[in-house]
């Protein structure tokens, strides 16, 4: 039974607190709340290579640079595993609080990809994870490498499953729309080629690289600061040294994967490509290279005719097409349905690309550096490296809009508006309060995540200034392994 005080303060401050529909309130609070769990998430993707290189070498050469590596970033990987646990269960209680219509279309595609990311990869991750923090001298040599492998193995799946699902947002296919008891509902008719859609491999190898690109520069980072601390430190400095190789590859191959990816959203979203180049009329497209508001006006609403641009005529039509300069895109104001909202989509791929360039240019410095020797004494390149070691996180985070805040109004692509996946019961009112709760809690959480990375990080400055650069203790009482 309601409290009638609660009554009576609700009906009041409701017309104060009711500021936000409830498709807006809930759309703020799944993007507010992906933003900070897809770090989490893709610090557990990108780290878990690492985790298997450090491991296999310690295994391989028992030398203490890379004992100090494994113990340093398994401690970095189990806080992100837990907090990427806490900040994402709840959304998947969103799917029914907040989009309850997009749940009862959709269950039946969605439902089993979420479910077997749970059992399949989650405690497939959690498991080896333990054996890995605490089985160092109760597991043998073989089976803790082993085990490495099999987190990241966890980890991969873990994405492999999420993405299906969204991917299948962005192209479904596999299916069919029968009426079950009055509704519409999506019904599952092909499960490869749902799970397998046309989506699904371009999405997981540039989000799975994406990944790897931001923990190579919080590795790079941090090591560029211990070296700087430390110039002696052959820990940090082999850390560095594998880092810089790997940023390089990576971010090279991103461009490369980003721009065969682009024309298949241009083939298959044309809406979500035209946003990205604010693109209204029909015709041949350029490319902005460089784009500057102007006024207040040009942020929020990007036109060709109120930034300042530089642009190379033609070339997004060249890109769209795969080679054709004047061919036809189609500009927003010829689509049947709304235009998702354009500056977020405009601004946020050009950060993500302006920053992609960035990171090709750190690897290149890096590399060069390191094939001409002096990598550890550049000044220049490790405050560089340190500045930069959060922006891959930035550029990962605006890619993700561009995917998601790109497709609207779509929240399955042709098939359900967002408008009509959201709950029918849920008011302005208790979206917009449960928005405010998710914003302060996700804060707080965040927060207590870079709390515990600092105090990882100071323990690792403690042991430089004393010198040490190996511990000999064991990483948790135990038994021999032969035991």
């Known amino acids: 039974m309601t409290d009638p005080t609660v009554t009576t303060v609700m009906t009041e401050l409701g017309p104060w607190l009711a500021f936000l529909t409830p498709e807006l309130a809930s759309r703020i609070q799944f993007g507010w709340a992906i933003t900070i769990h897809i770090i989490f998430a893709a610090l557990s993707v990108g780290l878990a290579p690492f985790l298997v290189y450090f491991t296999v070498q310690e295994v391989r050469t028992g030398k203490e640079r890379y004992v100090r590596l494994r113990k340093f970033w398994t401690k970095i990987f189990a806080v992100g595993f837990i907090m990427g646990t806490v900040t994402g269960i709840p959304m998947g209680f969103m799917f029914g609080t907040n989009f309850g219509a997009f749940s009862t279309v959709a269950g039946e595609l969605i439902g089993g990809p979420l479910s077997f990311e749970a059992k399949m990869a989650f405690f497939l991750e959690a498991v080896f994870l333990g054996i890995l923090l605490f089985g160092r001298d109760r597991v043998s040599d073989w089976f803790y490498a082993l085990s490495s492998v099999m987190v990241a193995l966890g980890a991969w799946l873990s994405a492999f499953w999420i993405l299906v699902v969204n991917s299948w947002m962005q192209t479904p296919r596999g299916y069919e729309i029968v009426m079950e008891d009055g509704v519409q509902i999506a019904q599952l008719t092909d ?137 036809e895109v189609t500009g927003l104001n010829d689509f049947e349905y709304d235009s998702p909202p354009v500056a977020w989509v405009f601004w946020s791929f050009r950060i993500m690309v302006g920053l992609g360039f960035w990171f090709i240019a750190l690897g290149a410095w890096g590399t060069y550096r390191l094939w001409k020797g002096g990598l550890a004494d550049d000044e220049r390149l490790l405050k560089a490296l340190m500045v930069s070691s959060p922006l891959g996180f930035v550029a990962l985070i605006t890619g993700w809009y561009v995917a998601e805040i790109g497709r609207q109004p779509w929240i399955i692509q042709d098939v359900l508006k967002t408008s009509d996946g959201v709950s029918p019961p849920v008011t302005g009112t208790e979206a917009t309060l449960t928005l405010v709760a998710f914003v302060v809690g996700y804060i707080l959480l965040f927060s207590v995540f870079l709390y515990v990375l600092k105090r990882i990080i100071d323990e690792e400055a403690q042991r430089h200034e004393v010198g040490i650069e190996e511990d000999d203790r064991p990483d948790s009482p135990g038994v021999p392994a032969d035991d």
Do not use: C
């Open 191 to 327: 499960p490869l080629a749902a799970f397998f859609n046309p989506r699904f491999p371009w999405m997981y190898v540039h989000m799975q690289n994406a990944a790897i690109i931001s923990v190579t520069l919080l590795i790079v980072g941090i090591a560029a600061y211990f070296v700087w601390k430390n110039r002696d430190s052959d820990v940090w400095k082999t850390a560095l040294r594998v880092g810089v190789v790997v940023l390089l590859l990576t971010s090279m191959f991103q461009a490369i994967h980003g721009d065969m990816y682009g024309r298949h959203v241009a083939e298959t979203q044309p809406h979500k490509f035209a946003a990205m180049e604010a693109h209204y009329e029909t015709g041949s497209a350029d490319l902005h290279v460089v784009a500057i508001p102007t006024d207040l006006e040009s942020i929020t609403d990007p036109r060709a005719d109120n930034l300042y641009t530089i642009s190379i005529p033609h070339f997004a039509s060249f890109l769209a097409s795969g080679g054709d300069p004047n061919a």
